[in-house]
């Protein structure tokens, strides 16, 4: 049974930053490219970040230069540093694993950035 559990959500204000993580289970974890998506209400699931197993990375252009995606293949963990969070970050993030077109998603963290 695969699952991949988020954490590391919460309030934060602007300028400020949160890491986020996500721990898998059920998965060659080191084969798998990891993402972060997000969610903001009424709007599209958009790509926020990429790793694939060769530990490349790609971001999505609202967050370059700002987050940051890494993995850890020894603990099957993938995280996301981000900094100078906006109030426009504010959504529900959600992690994903994919291997050759099989895809699984966490069940998601909400992050707020408010004052």
């Known amino acids: 049974q695969v699952q991949l559990v988020e954490s590391g959500g919460g309030l934060v204000q602007p300028g400020g930053s949160l890491r986020l993580a996500c721990a898998a289970s059920?998965?060659?974890?080191?084969?798998?490219?990891m993402g972060w998506y997000r969610q903001a209400p009424g709007k599209q699931r958009e790509l926020v970040a990429v790793?694939?197993?060769?530990?490349?990375?790609a971001y999505g252009d609202s967050v370059k230069g700002r987050f940051s995606i890494s993995r850890d293949n020894a603990k099957n963990t993938v995280y996301l540093q981000m900094n100078s969070l906006k109030p426009e970050d504010t959504a529900v993030y959600y992690c994903?694993?994919?291997?050759?077109?099989?895809?699984?998603w966490g069940q998601g963290t909400q992050v707020t950035v408010s004052s």
């Open positions: 059920g998965i060659t974890f080191r084969l798998y490219a």
């Open positions: 790793i694939n197993s060769s530990e490349n990375t």
């Open positions: 994903n694993a994919n291997w050759r077109g099989t895809a699984h």
